[in-house]
């Protein structure tokens, strides 16, 4: 792409969010640089199961919202496929996460150039240019504005440690692999998402003879509110409504509508799950056990097996659990903003909790004496830009919305 480079700005972190903007840059005839610690592109490669299928419609990809006539819709994706015509067929306006995975993948691939892949930040500090990145391999990045796009973070539940036999859902594929033949084994899966109902259904089907216990501090699987009405939260509208209400109604808003995102299941997957449960009851051959409004109180973890100790919160009697490995589907966490700045942090507004405050259009707000401009470009503002601010839903409108394009 033969397109002048937008001066002075570099995006660190190139998932969705740095994409849908490097594609609202090439719209307005300017590219973006970025950098990003995997060696290449890929969007939670390790939870690309077979059959799991997208929770949004494919006009939300990274620009049909902001500019229906993008080449680089997912429309156009399906058209230089050669399937547009099969996915209408499909009468589904989800498609798979392979194929959506696969769209992204053809956009990056298109920008390619302007991303330096396996480059990790060291650290940021000010400079007479602005700022200056550090990276590793050892490189020094000036840059007069900042876009953050690191998206999301793993998260485990205290005490617990990555290991061979122990790991969060989002390394699940290549953790398996490493460990090697379970036909027999035992599985543990920590959760009450729909990551963690996924693996279930995956360990559960992948490993016929296997045991895999589910461990989730809810009565059951919760559904996901997925209604006509509650959906409209996650509208681009809706960014300016939430943005420009006063702090107790964000937060009252964000508790009520919770279960739209966060700690809930499709209700087909639910079905699914019980129906495997419920005939394995039938049977007596029982393979699925769920042990429900239960917590994790320690793991005990040797070269042949976890001891997981597992708390009933309703009678507090602890049971072992005995598996070959545990899969935390416990969520993710926003990237910490003022940890990430260093020293910068004091140029930029943060509240009394430590969440930095920005614009409507995601800049940080500066304080006098700031190097530069910093966007946050993804999940670190859901507090003042509601729930759409941590889900694919907006990419393509929150990545036009970034006046970064005219500097």
Not at 58 to 73: C, E, G, H, I, V
Not at 120 to 147: H, K, M, N, Y
Not at 271 to 287: F, M
Not at 362 to 388: F, M, Q
Request: glycine share 10%; hydrophobic share 40%.
């Amino acid at each position: 792409m033969s397109r002048p480079e937008v001066p002075g700005m570099l995006g660190i972190g190139f998932g969705p969010s740095n994409l849908a903007l490097a594609v609202a840059l090439a719209e307005r005839g300017v590219r973006g640089r970025f950098v990003d610690t995997q060696p290449r592109f890929g969007w939670h490669r390790d939870m690309l199961l077979p059959g799991t299928r997208m929770q949004i419609p494919f006009l939300k990809d990274l620009a049909t919202l902001r500019n229906p006539q993008s080449a680089f819709t997912f429309v156009n994706y399906l058209s230089a496929r050669g399937r547009l015509v099969d996915f209408i067929g499909r009468h589904d306006v989800f498609p798979s996460r392979h194929e959506f995975h696969d769209y992204l993948q053809w956009t990056a691939d298109q920008f390619a150039a302007d991303v330096h892949y396996g480059c990790r930040v060291l650290g940021v500090t000010g400079s007479d240019a602005g700022f200056a990145v550090q990276l590793d391999p050892a490189e020094v990045i000036f840059a007069r504005t900042l876009v953050l796009g690191t998206g999301l973070h793993s998260v485990l539940p205290a005490g617990t440690r990555s290991s061979p036999r122990q790991w969060h859902s989002h390394r699940l594929l290549s953790a398996l692999a490493a460990l090697g033949s379970l036909e027999r084994g035992r599985f543990a899966v920590v959760g009450a998402g729909q990551s963690a109902a996924e693996v279930v259904a995956y360990l559960h089907h992948t490993y016929p003879r296997a045991e895999v216990h589910a461990v989730f501090g809810r009565y059951g699987y919760s559904l996901a509110d997925d209604s006509a009405f509650v959906n409209r939260i996650f509208d681009p509208a809706a960014v300016d409504e939430f943005y420009g209400a006063d702090s107790v109604e964000r937060q009252r808003l964000l508790d009520y509508h919770r279960s739209a995102n966060y700690s809930a299941v499709d209700v087909d997957l639910i079905a699914d799950l019980y129906e495997r449960e419920y005939g394995e009851r039938v049977s007596g051959d029982r393979r699925l056990f769920l042990h429900r409004a239960c917590s994790v109180t320690g793991a005990d973890e040797d070269d042949a097996e976890v001891r997981l100790a597992v708390r009933n919160l309703i009678d507090n009697t602890t049971e072992t659990v005995r598996c070959d490995a545990v899969v935390y589907a416990t969520g993710y966490a926003p990237m910490d903003v003022s940890a990430f700045l260093g020293e910068l942090a004091s140029c930029y507004e943060f509240d009394d909790r430590g969440h930095p405050m920005a614009t409507r259009d995601y800049k940080l707000v500066a304080r006098p004496g700031a190097p530069g401009d910093i966007y946050l470009n993804g999940a670190t503002v859901e507090h003042s830009h509601g729930l759409g601010a941590t889900l694919l839903s907006n990419v393509a409108v929150r990545g036009g919305d970034q006046p970064v394009t005219v500097r």
